[in-house]
């Protein structure tokens, strides 16, 4: 990584946290902050969980070279590619770059790195998908009485991974591959879909391969991600707990996923500024927290202590990283 990159790097960073500290409501976030009082440690203190817990599930994930690294540093590396994920338009792009590069500069082979953050991204993404349907199935048995007296029939909990496997076979099959091949060749995006293609066969054979090769960590790296988002969800029961509201883990959990896919929607936007402000309404609404200011509070608090994390992080890299010199170039 060049002087140059790092410095355009740099400037992306600072203008998305500039753009994401002028639209904090800074009165909103005082005011909320005090209404919880020293209870927003707690919030910090389950993030913080979480957080580890991702690391963890990460570590798991780089077997060769876990001994060269320790955890408080792999999590700081997990924290700041993370907020650059957020602060960036490329995302979570920029944000898994700025790890590979940050594991580098400590020695890291460049490919077990990218291996690592590949297979952790993946195992993350299953889990979220386990917990979503866990999360929605549990949410429709517990409500199946609460929708003016019509009965959710089971075969909704079904409903996503039937898709799942639908997209599953459908993709297997090599007539439908190809009909896909054509139809992007048709609309003119048959080189990224062509990318995309290899791009997923190569991770695929990365999983399947570390699966073979280490069993037991790929097992206990995905009950770790699985925990991250288990852990992650009790923050909006917490919130809501401090507010009045008594909800159940399962709710909790159900509206964290579905937030995350909103903001995974609109991730190009530099902090998710609006996105996971309505991701937060929609998402309390369906588990029947309507209230006009809950979701707003709700919001407030959850941006607070997003800021706290990246300010820290930022903090960190310039402090602990930043002077470090490469090892390698990239």
Not at 225 to 247: N, Q
Not at 274 to 285: F, P
Not at 295 to 308: E, H, K, N
Request: charged share 15%; net charge positive; hydrophobic share 55%.
């Amino acid at each position: 990584m060049n002087t140059y990159v790092k410095v355009a790097l740099t400037l992306v960073v600072l203008a998305g946290l500039g753009f994401f500290i002028r639209a904090t409501d800074w009165p909103g976030v005082w005011k909320s902050v005090q209404e919880v009082g020293f209870k927003f440690l707690v919030l910090m203190f389950i993030t913080f969980v979480s957080a580890w817990l991702s690391v963890v599930a990460w570590r798991y994930c780089l077997p060769k070279e876990a001994d060269k690294i320790s955890g408080w540093k792999l999590f700081w590396i997990r924290q700041i590619g993370e907020n650059v994920a957020i602060l960036n338009p490329t995302s979570v792009i920029g944000g898994e770059a700025m790890k590979i590069y940050m594991l580098r500069e400590l020695g890291i082979d460049k490919r077990q790195a990218l291996n690592s953050i590949l297979l952790s991204r993946a195992l993350t993404i299953i889990s979220q998908i386990l917990m979503l349907i866990i999360a929605g199935a549990g949410f429709f048995y517990l409500t199946a009485h609460d929708f003016s007296g019509f009965r959710v029939p089971w075969m909704w909990w079904l409903l996503l991974p039937g898709i799942l496997a639908i997209m599953v076979m459908l993709f297997r099959n090599r007539a439908f591959r190809n009909q896909l091949k054509s139809l992007f060749q048709r609309v003119g995006l048959l080189p990224r879909y062509l990318k995309m293609r290899d791009f997923i066969a190569e991770l695929w054979l990365e999983l399947r391969t570390f699966y073979r090769e280490n069993r037991r960590a790929m097992l206990l790296s995905f009950i770790a991600s699985c925990l991250h988002w288990i852990v992650g969800s009790l923050e909006f029961y917490f919130i809501l707990l401090f507010l009045g509201i008594k909800t159940t883990i399962a709710k909790a959990l159900l509206v964290d996923m579905g937030v995350i896919v909103f903001k995974s929607a609109g991730a190009f936007v530099p902090g998710q500024i609006g996105v996971e402000e309505y991701g937060n309404k929609v998402m309390l609404a369906i588990i029947g927290i309507a209230g006009e200011t809950i979701w707003i509070t709700v919001s407030i608090l959850r941006r607070a202590r997003q800021l706290c994390w990246i300010l820290l992080s930022l903090f960190i890299y310039f402090v602990s990283f930043h002077k470090r010199p490469a090892i390698s170039q990239v």
